[in-house]
């Protein structure tokens, strides 16, 4: 019999127990910097060497770290269900925990592209470079010529993969979200394609803005909320 298709929606929280901190509980990372600052093209042109440090930083902490438990569970479900990650998350802990199909929302911090260039016109242009957790400065060029930036969708930008999300979100027989306060749009939005019939279980010790009678809320962070929603799949099988 084919696999049922899981579809999990993911946010900072999913890699709080990985020591990453997401923007709005309490932590000194994100005490020291404005997201407007280091996250918008006007944060950029006030001062890029600002923005290249914020995500040189990012690049270091996320070489240290290591998936939690989370991340290894999401994983662990390809044995059992077709299973795709969509996240709103930069950093590559859901691919290094062993998940082969991840589509990334806003970009991943260890990749750059020109600043000016053709990818801004048409997102299908392979003009962006893994660079792993090297760092950038002011004055590291693309082949084009233009100054490198970081391969993240800012406040304002378009998010180029959210068609290919709408529609992966379309074929969920169950959709899971995992460690999102659902407040970034559009991503926030994707459950309304979710199917009718579909259920909808959602990860998190807090409220998420998302009404819909049928979500089911796991109230736990996501190490052991994914426990308990394993369980609930094996006692509903
Ligand atoms: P958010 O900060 O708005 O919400 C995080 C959610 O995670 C909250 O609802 C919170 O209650 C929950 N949470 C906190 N600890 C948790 C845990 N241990 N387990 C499960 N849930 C937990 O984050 P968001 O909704 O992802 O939106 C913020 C934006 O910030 C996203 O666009 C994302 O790209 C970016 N961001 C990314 C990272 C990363 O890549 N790791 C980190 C911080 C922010």
Request: aromatic letters at 10%; proline letters at 4%.
């Amino acid at each position: 019999m084919a696999k049922k298709r899981l579809v999990v929606l993911t946010g900072a929280g999913i890699s709080a127990e990985s020591g990453f901190s997401t923007f709005r509980d309490n932590n000194g990372y994100w005490d020291k910097y404005d997201p407007e600052d280091v996250a918008s093209i006007r944060g950029w042109e006030r001062d890029r060497q600002y923005v290249l440090d914020f995500y040189n930083g990012v690049r270091e902490q996320l070489r240290d770290a290591s998936p939690n438990r989370g991340h290894m569970l999401i994983a662990s479900l390809e044995k059992d269900y077709d299973v795709d990650v969509i996240t709103q998350n930069v950093d590559n802990l859901h691919e290094r925990a062993g998940s082969t199909r991840v589509l990334h929302l806003h970009g991943e911090v260890t990749k750059v592209r020109p600043e000016k260039g053709a990818y801004d016109r048409d997102f299908s242009v392979s003009e962006v470079f893994d660079i792993g957790y090297e760092r950038v400065d002011v004055g590291d060029l693309a082949p084009n010529g233009t100054q490198l930036r970081p391969h993240i969708v800012w406040f304002g930008e378009a998010v180029p993969n959210i068609e290919k999300a709408m529609d992966i979100v379309m074929k969920a027989d169950i959709f899971l979200i995992v460690g999102t306060s659902l407040s970034v749009y559009p991503a926030a939005g994707l459950y309304r394609y979710v199917r009718d019939g579909v259920p909808i279980y959602v990860i998190d010790p807090k409220d998420v803005n998302l009404r819909d009678k049928r979500v089911v809320h796991i109230r736990e962070k996501a190490g052991v909320g994914m426990e308990k929603f394993i369980k609930i799949l094996e006692n509903s099988r």
